[in-house]
């Protein structure tokens, strides 16, 4: 069984471009979640999916940010204008309820470097 | 509002020593508690979780965790330590209430293994 995919692993882009990092989730698994890990730091929650649908985005930049999980297909996490301090690694992570605890089983992360 | 502590973001020991991490928690309700391994430009990797089980948890390669609820820690330990060890480790804490299921995460510490 696959575990949690994301590309690009590396990412550059120009100040004012656009990123998409891309998550398949583990087969069987519906519920996706996109942390922002900035350097010499720990992860921070940004989004929670749902097929079609965005549960929690608390985390999420009001501007220049949006995520999807559509029915077929990975969740995208877009960045529009990217700007230097969105350098960052990106994870996303997938899990399946059960018994109400949710291991959160991790991608191997996209790393954004901003020019 | 929940949060994560990890008092010392960088420890070395010897090859062979104790490996005690320090990980301590605030949150209104009894969490979930997990710690994650992360080796260079990889992802996370669950080592353990907590789930009001055994107050003592054993994870993979040796580790093991203790959930203390009168000191709101859940420390991480290994009797001995291997150089396979060194690496980057995160607690994190997810809440039980409600539908909130994101993870926050301490900010890491990142273990030294000394030959």
């Known amino acids: 069984n696959a575990g949690v995919m994301q590309n690009p692993r590396h990412l550059v882009r120009r100040r004012g471009q656009e990123a998409r990092l891309r998550c398949s989730p583990m087969?069987?698994?519906?519920?996706v979640y996109w942390y922002r890990q900035l350097p010499e730091e720990g992860l921070k929650f940004m989004v929670y999916l749902q097929k079609e649908n965005i549960i929690d985005e608390s985390g999420m930049p009001k501007e220049r940010f949006s995520a999807e999980f559509p029915k077929e297909g990975p969740s995208i996490l877009r960045i529009q204008q990217v700007v230097r301090g969105d350098s960052a690694a990106y994870f996303c992570a997938s899990s399946l309820i059960a018994g109400g605890v949710d291991e959160q089983f991790f991608g191997p992360g996209t790393r954004l470097t901003v020019l | 509002a929940q949060s994560v502590t990890q008092l010392g973001s960088h420890v070395s020991v010897s090859e062979g020593a104790l490996v005690l991490l320090r990980c301590n928690y605030s949150s209104s309700v009894p969490p979930y508690l997990f710690w994650y391994v992360q080796y260079p430009n990889q992802g996370l990797q669950l080592l353990l979780k907590y789930t009001s089980a055994a107050t003592l948890v054993k994870g993979i390669n040796g580790f093991e965790a203790e959930f203390k609820k009168s000191e709101t820690s859940f420390h991480l330990t290994k009797p001995s330590a291997h150089m396979s060890d060194a690496a980057e480790y995160f607690c994190?804490?997810?809440?039980?209430?409600?539908?909130?299921?994101?993870?926050?995460f301490g900010s890491g510490t990142r273990l030294q293994v000394q030959p």
């Open positions: 087969k069987g698994h519906s519920h």
């Open positions: 994190a804490v997810s809440d039980r209430s409600g539908g909130r299921r994101a993870l926050t």
